[in-house]
Structure formats: structure tokens, C-alpha cells
């Protein structure tokens, strides 16, 4: 899979004085529990999410029926997920649940070009 680019809107956040939206490079999927995959986005720089730097999200497809495909290469509504302190996921890896903080809700954008 080639990186991508995309803009990753958060809805409903309270306490992130972040970037939002938040410009991040896609990089590959992973599994997740009950055989789900996410997206692994990283941000162009790293944002603070309460005590926590995060340097890794993982999203997947809000609505049920929508494929792991519709996030990578189209606008798509996302569950967004925190990568847990101390994880990094490895791209093609498969994650249980105590992998996952599951953060909000939001949307992301493909973009043109760099970031």
C-alpha cells in the first residue's frame, strides 16, 4: 500500500486543543478484534489527547457494511482509536481490544499531494 494523505475531522471533543482538522499520513491497515481492520493514520506531528502524546490513530468504518477501503481512499465517517501507550502498530499485525482506546467519532478526507 502506497502512504496516503487525508484531513481527519474529530467530532464532539472535549479537552483536545489539537489541530482539527488534523492532516495525518495513512500507512497501512491492521486487524483488529472480531476480525475488523483499521486504518493507521499518523499525524504530521504528534498532538496531545489528555496526559497521552499520540503519534499513531486507528480508524475504521463508522457504519456498518462499509468496507476498511472507503476510509483509505474516500471521504468516510470514522471511529477514531487511540493508540495505547507504549503500542505501535506494525502494519499487517492483528490487535485484540486492550490495543485499542477508542477516542470519537469523526470524518476523513483523502488529500492532494504531500502534507
Not at 502512504?3 to 481527519?8: N, Q, T
Not at 467530532?11 to 478484534?33: E, F, I, K, Q, S
Request: aromatic share 10%; charged share 20%.
Amino acid at each position: 500500500m502506497t502512504a496516503k494523505d487525508h484531513l481527519l475531522e474529530f467530532y464532539d471533543l472535549d479537552g483536545y486543543a489539537g489541530p482539527n482538522p488534523l492532516r495525518a499520513r495513512g500507512v497501512g491497515t491492521v486487524r483488529g478484534p472480531e476480525g475488523s481492520e483499521y486504518y493507521v493514520l499518523e499525524p504530521s506531528e504528534p498532538i496531545s489527547v489528555g496526559e497521552q502524546t499520540v503519534s499513531q490513530l486507528a480508524v475504521r468504518p463508522h457504519y456498518k457494511g462499509d468496507r476498511i477501503d472507503r476510509a483509505v481512499n474516500s471521504i468516510c465517517t470514522v471511529g477514531v482509536a487511540l493508540a495505547k501507550p507504549g503500542t505501535a502498530y506494525e502494519i499487517g499485525g492483528q490487535y485484540g481490544f486492550a490495543d485499542f482506546c477508542f477516542w470519537t467519532v469523526g470524518k476523513i478526507h483523502p488529500t492532494e499531494g504531500g502534507r
